[in-house]
Structure formats: structure tokens, C-alpha cells
């Protein structure tokens, strides 16, 4: 079965400074990892996804992540918050032994952005 | 191109009624899932219909839980008698294939409480 876990629930930040949101994952196969970013009264939006090749995602608004097979980790980085980045976010991983690609969630981190 | 519509978008009831929740997910897409996020809880996943057809089940919590989707058009999740815990958002998402690693667009949510 697989599991990810999402370090912090709550993340603050100072606008301009750097963003870093945890993720780690278990999975008995190679997975397919994913970051949406919720806002408010928004449905989920896909940030970026990792499936195969190269292990340094980068996807809209800045973020990038990066997978790191020896740590089954897929953190996410921004090099300079903004104030609108406040928002909430989410790691999800499938894989490809899932032929219904059905996505399996972490906790969710709410980011919040200080002037 | 429109994206997943939810329908309502929230919706207050009381512990036995019956409430439905509709989806329609973006044109042309077969692929059609639901979630649900219970207050302070991971988004878990409910099931995964194929066109008409049930793919994937394993995620429905009880039989007071019914979702179908006529004509492989819109989805609807019913929940009979419904219970305090079933207070929750649900979430409805769509694909165009099944495709290991094929994201997901989700729909904004409704927002169910049951008092």
C-alpha cells in the first residue's frame, strides 16, 4: 500500500523568502508524485508531476521539486515567496501498477505568506 | 475548455436526510473519480468510473454511499441516510485516459455538513 506523509500542516514564510514543503512517500513500485496547490474556494490545481526521467520537476508559479529515489522524498521549493502562494498543498502519489491511476494524498500544508 | 463542476457547492442537512452531489466532469473525459476530504484528514479516494462503469470501488466507506454515472456523462454521489460523519468536502476529478501518471483535474468541492 502506499502512504505519504507531509511534514508540517502549517508552514509560514516570510514574503520573499524561501518556500520548502515536505513529502515523503512509500511505495513498493517506482511512483508517479505530484504536487496541487488549493486555493481559496478553488478546486485542486496541479503544480507539478514526476513520472519518469529527469528527477528535478519544475511547474507553474515558480516551484519546482525534486525526486530523490534514496530518501523517497518529492519536496517542494520556491526561491522567493509570494504573497499569493498562500494557499494550501498537496503531495499525492500514484504508480504503475494502478491502471486506475487512482491518487493517494499526504495531509496537505497550508502555506501562509507574511508581508 | 470548461473544467469539473461540482454541484452544490455546499449543502447543510440534517443526520438521516438524503443528499446528492453532482459532478460533471470536463467533456470527453472518461475517466471520472471521487474524494473526499473529512475536516482535518488526508483526501482519500471513493471510487473510479470508467465511462458508465464502476472501475473501482474500494473506497466507498458504507452501502449508504451510492454513486453512478448515466450515459458516461455527469456522475452523482448519493448518500442515504446520511450521518454525522459524513460531514466532509467532496472532491469529483476527471482524466482523458487511463494512463499510468495521467494527472487529474478536480473540481472545486462540495462542501458537506450533517448536523
Known amino acids: 500500500a502506499q502512504s505519504v506523509t507531509q511534514l508540517g500542516s502549517h508552514v509560514s514564510v516570510s514574503e520573499g523568502a524561501l518556500v520548502l514543503l515536505r513529502c515523503n512517500y512509500s511505495?513498493?513500485?517506482?511512483?508517479?508524485l505530484f504536487w496541487y496547490v488549493q486555493y481559496p474556494n478553488q478546486g485542486l490545481q496541479l503544480l507539478l508531476k514526476?513520472?519518469?526521467?529527469?528527477?528535478l520537476v519544475k511547474g507553474i508559479n515558480g516551484f519546482e521539486a525534486e525526486f530523490k529515489k534514496s530518501e523517497t522524498s518529492f519536496h517542494l521549493t520556491k526561491p522567493s515567496a509570494h504573497m499569493s502562494d498562500a494557499a494550501e498543498y498537496f503531495c499525492a502519489v500514484s504508480d504503475n501498477n494502478n491502471a486506475g491511476n487512482m491518487l493517494t494524498f499526504g495531509g496537505g500544508t497550508r502555506l501562509m505568506v507574511k508581508p | 475548455e470548461a473544467g469539473v463542476t461540482q454541484f452544490p457547492s455546499h449543502s447543510v442537512i440534517e443526520k438521516g436526510q438524503t443528499v446528492t452531489l453532482r459532478c460533471d466532469p470536463i467533456s470527453g473525459h472518461d475517466n471520472l473519480y471521487w474524494y473526499r476530504r473529512v475536516m482535518g484528514k488526508e483526501i482519500k479516494f471513493l471510487l473510479h468510473?470508467?465511462?458508465?462503469?464502476?472501475?473501482?470501488e474500494s473506497g466507498m466507506p458504507n452501502n449508504r454511499f451510492l454513486a453512478e454515472r448515466t450515459g458516461g456523462t455527469y456522475s452523482t454521489l448519493k448518500v442515504q441516510p446520511a450521518e454525522l460523519e459524513d460531514s466532509g468536502v467532496y472532491f469529483c476529478a476527471s482524466s482523458q485516459m487511463r494512463q499510468p501518471g495521467l494527472w487529474q483535474y478536480f473540481g472545486p468541492g462540495t462542501r458537506l455538513t450533517v448536523t
Open positions: 514526476y513520472t519518469t526521467g529527469a528527477t
Open positions: 468510473f470508467v465511462k458508465e462503469s464502476k472501475q473501482d
Open positions: 511505495s513498493s513500485v517506482p511512483p508517479y
